[in-house]
């Protein structure tokens, strides 16, 4: 399984997978029933979750919704700490999640817009280089694992700074690594090379422990939120949630 799902994530087109994967596993959930643990995002129970990754981490993906450890955190995070399910706010998802669409969409408070340059489940089409809103658009701001494939991820983090309102917020998750500074050469366009330095073919470089500080560069603020390390352990396993698991919650700078 760990193989299968491994070769499915690295060679099949992303738009393709997001597509198909649903209804995959819709089969898979059906062999997998158990109650070990539990998704906070759809509230369904398994025996455990599959794996997934290019190397296949286990108990990781939910086979109801799709949510991933970090979606799980981000999940339990916005009911938590913030006012997301009650206030009236304007969302902009770039890359949005299969996980959360509907879901995101179905909260009567909030203004929804998701928005990618390639992805089938994104309403609107756009370059995040070049977001097509005014400033001061948007209370909140998603984009997760999205900075490591754009061609400036400085400009992107302006763009979000830009279209945030005073006050405004979001998350902006990537892959972090243990390097001290984020590895980054723009000459290299082989997409063997660069799977091989920055871990996937279509990556143009690897975030290292300088994620923060390099994207406050933008104007942009970041916090290193640690909210996993305030959950009852128990509740960190029961979701299957990555212990060490870093929220880089944003907020409009100057």
């Known amino acids: 399984m760990k193989s299968i799902i491994s070769f499915v994530i690295r060679y099949v087109p992303r738009p393709i997978l997001q597509t198909v994967s649903p209804l995959a596993m819709k089969v898979l959930s059906q062999l997998n029933r158990g109650s070990e ?61 299969h996980c959360f669409i509907e879901r995101f969409e179905a909260i009567p408070n909030l203004d929804y817009i998701t928005a990618d340059i390639e992805s089938p489940l994104a ?7 070049d977001i097509p809103f005014d400033d001061n658009t948007f209370d ?13 991820d400085l400009r992107v983090c302006s763009e979000f700074n830009r279209v945030l309102k005073p006050g405004g917020w979001g998350i902006l ?30 990556h143009v470089r690897k975030f290292g422990k300088d994620y923060a500080a390099r994207l406050r ?19 960190v396993k029961q979701y299957a949630l990555a212990a060490d698991e870093v929220l880089f919650v944003c907020s409009k700078g100057n």
């Not at 995002?41 to 290019?54: A, D, E, I, N």
């Not at 909140?140 to 400036?152: A, I, M």
């Not at 560069?217 to 509740?235: A, R, T, Y």
Request: with cysteine; hydrophobic share 35%; charged share 30%.
């Open 140 to 152: 909140v701001v998603f984009c997760n694992h999205v900075l490591e494939h754009v061609e400036d």
């Open 37 to 97: 643990v539990s998704c906070p995002v759809c509230s369904h129970s398994y025996k455990k979750f599959l794996p997934y990754g290019r190397i296949a981490r286990e108990n990781a993906l939910c086979p109801n919704c799709l949510a991933l450890e970090r979606h799980r955190l981000m999940w339990l995070f916005l009911k938590e700490k913030t006012n997301f399910f009650t206030a009236p706010l304007k969302v902009l998802h770039v890359a949005p999640e």
């Open 217 to 235: 560069q933008s104007g942009i603020q970041i916090e290193e939120n640690q909210f996993v390390k305030e959950l009852d352990p128990k509740k």
């Open 123 to 129: 309403k609107v089409k756009m370059d995040v280089h």
């Open 173 to 202: 998750q990537s892959p972090v690594y243990p390097l001290e500074k984020t590895l980054e050469d723009k000459t290299i366009t082989d997409p063997a090379e660069r799977e091989r330095l920055f871990g996937q073919r279509d």
